[in-house]
Nanobody, 114 residues
């Protein structure tokens, strides 16, 4: 059974930082491209960042320079370091393995107060 479990969300003031984690089980973690998405209230889910099995990363334009995605294949975990957070970053953050039709976590809430 495949499980992706996010953690690390919470309430933070604007300008602060959070580090999200997503621990995977039931998959051969190292072969998957991993992505973080987010969904704000009333908005569509959007891609935040991705990292390939080889470590190549990509980011949505609004996150470049503020967010960093990384992975630890030994721990079956992908991370999202979020710095300089803004109120508009408030959303539920989801990790994904293998594309939108594959595996999703349950999400973790990030709330940034102004």
């Amino acid at each position: 059974q495949v499980q992706l479990v996010e953690s690390g969300g919470g309430l933070v003031q604007a300008g602060g930082s959070l580090r999200l984690s997503c621990a995977a089980s039931g998959i051969i973690f190292g072969i998957y491209t991993l992505r973080w998405y987010r969904q704000a209230p009333g908005k569509q889910r959007e891609l935040v960042a991705g990292i390939t099995s080889g470590g190549r990363t990509n980011y949505a334009d609004s996150m470049k320079g503020r967010f960093t995605i990384s992975r630890d294949n030994a721990k079956n975990t992908v991370y999202l370091q979020m710095n300089s957070l803004k109120p508009e970053d408030t959303a539920v953050y989801y990790c994904n393995a293998g594309g939108v039709s594959a595996y999703w976590g349950q999400g973790t809430q990030v709330t940034v107060s102004s």
